[in-house]
């Protein structure tokens, strides 16, 4: 009863963590100290590399060392502790110094009412012990990558002051050489970089990101090995790259013409819609293919190019779907890039029937069609003598009021306009162009 209701108190507890300090004796490499969990309770952990010979000292903060309750405790927590032999104990003066350890074992140290708890690990019972690293070839991955090394480093262990099971980080480094995206999305490439990871133990086969090019991995370990000097680093063969990766854009190039009607879709708006598609791959890739489609399920193809850049013009109203795909020389991982929407709108030609130009530099002196998804466009400027005094073939641009480099009399003058939309439609106009009266002429 009396250890179950410690229990309930040390779980809820966290101890005060005082000036006292513990160290040690008789240890040929000095001993590593380990941040514990927040929630293990505990002021400390130490890995000591050789218990043989080996002792603790704890210095105490004010209390004699001859007041000093000293207890080991195990899986099951500071409830159960076990008090230490006085046979193993030194006291003198404010440190008390304990022989005969117990590796792998929690320690408490109570002065009064308070107690602080410390765990003491062995390295020896879990020593670094990987001597080569291969790939392993039990499964096939594409985006993972399995390797097999030889020997382990197992999990490190400890327990909290309530008995509940933590793991010592080992810190055992792994690094590779890797492909990253390059930082222009619209022109995109693939650049070196170097991936490094951390792994707490090794015990069994290492799953990691598989890489995006040919290369080695590094294996080093681990804390306790480089803090003394000792660290091993064990190097794989060169691995062959499988993934494939893929990096994709696509810029329209066409701007909105001032008498355009303006559109909201990123990818279209008015035809004709100039699109140019890039796509990067990583050295693994050996099938390319960009396609385009009348939907988005890719049944009905129009186009298909094995190039990583080409441009298209879109003339047609409606929408067309493209995507990229690439796949490795087995076929068995591939890769698809976002589909692409573009869509083309119907189309509109409306014409101004009047213009000023040479009355405000600027303003309303360039007649022209507001016009979306003319595909063809053919426009004549006759006067009222039927004379043709000019013509753009542009819906974009217009015409300035000039006849031979100089402004045309104020007045009624006619348009005759053929096109042709990027749905089919087919556009006959004609009408009146009236030029207002204008200051000085």
Not at 36 to 50: F, K, R
Not at 57 to 63: G, H, N, P
Not at 281 to 288: H, N
């Amino acid at each position: 009863m009396l250890r179950s209701l410690f229990l309930l108190i040390v779980g809820a507890f966290t101890p005060v963590l005082c000036s006292a300090a513990l160290s040690f004796e008789g240890t040929a490499l000095p001993p590593v100290a380990v941040e514990p969990a927040s929630a293990s309770g505990l002021a400390g952990i130490y890995v000591v590399n050789d218990f043989t010979g080996c002792k603790i000292v704890y210095t105490t903060t004010s209390a004699a060392a001859s007041s000093v309750t000293c207890e080991r405790y195990g899986l099951r927590g500071a409830a159960y502790p076990v008090p230490i032999e006085e046979a193993d104990i030194v006291r003198q003066g404010n440190t008390v110094t304990i022989s005969n350890i117990t590796e792998n074992s929690g320690y408490a140290f109570t002065e009064g009412t308070r107690t602080v708890y410390y765990w003491v690990s062995s390295y020896a019972t879990a020593p670094f012990n990987v001597q080569a690293l291969a790939q392993s070839h039990d499964k096939t991955y594409c985006d993972r990558i399995s390797l097999s090394p030889s020997g382990s480093a197992p999990r490190m262990i400890y327990y909290g002051v309530d008995g509940r099971l933590f793991t010592i980080d080992r810190k055992i480094a792994i690094s590779y050489h890797t492909l990253a995206p390059g930082p222009d999305k619209d022109e995109p490439f693939f650049e070196p970089a170097e991936h490094n990871t951390e792994l707490p133990y090794i015990d069994g086969n290492i799953n990691l990101d598989a890489p995006l090019c040919d290369t080695q991995f590094f294996l080093t370990g681990d804390r306790f090995l480089e803090s003394w000097n000792r660290a091993i680093e064990i190097a794989s063969p060169t691995i062959p790259c499988k993934r494939v990766s893929i990096l994709t854009s696509a810029v329209q190039h066409k701007e909105t013409g001032e008498s355009e009607v303006p559109t909201d879709e990123p990818l279209g708006g008015s035809a004709p819609v100039e699109i140019q598609f890039r796509a990067a791959v990583t050295e693994a890739a050996s099938y390319t293919r960009w396609q385009i489609a009348t939907d988005p399920d890719f049944t009905n193809v129009v186009l298909y190019t094995p190039d990583l850049e080409f441009t298209q013009t879109f003339y047609d109203a409606g929408e067309r779907y493209v995507k990229f795909e690439a796949a490795d020389a087995s076929g068995t991982c591939g890769v698809e890039s976002e589909v692409y929407t573009v869509s083309i709108g119907e189309s509109s030609l409306l014409c101004p029937n009047a213009f000023s130009p040479g009355a405000t530099e600027g303003v309303n002196d360039l007649w022209k069609v507001s016009y979306k998804s003319i595909v063809k466009f053919d426009c004549y400027i006759f006067n009222r003598w039927g004379e043709k005094i000019a013509e753009f073939h542009d819906p974009a641009q217009g015409w300035d009021g000039k006849y031979r480099g100089k402004l045309v009399p104020a007045g009624v003058y006619y348009y005759v306009i053929k096109a042709t939309g990027a749905d089919g439609k087919s556009y006959e106009l004609s009408g009146d162009i009236n030029i207002l009266r204008y200051s000085g002429h």
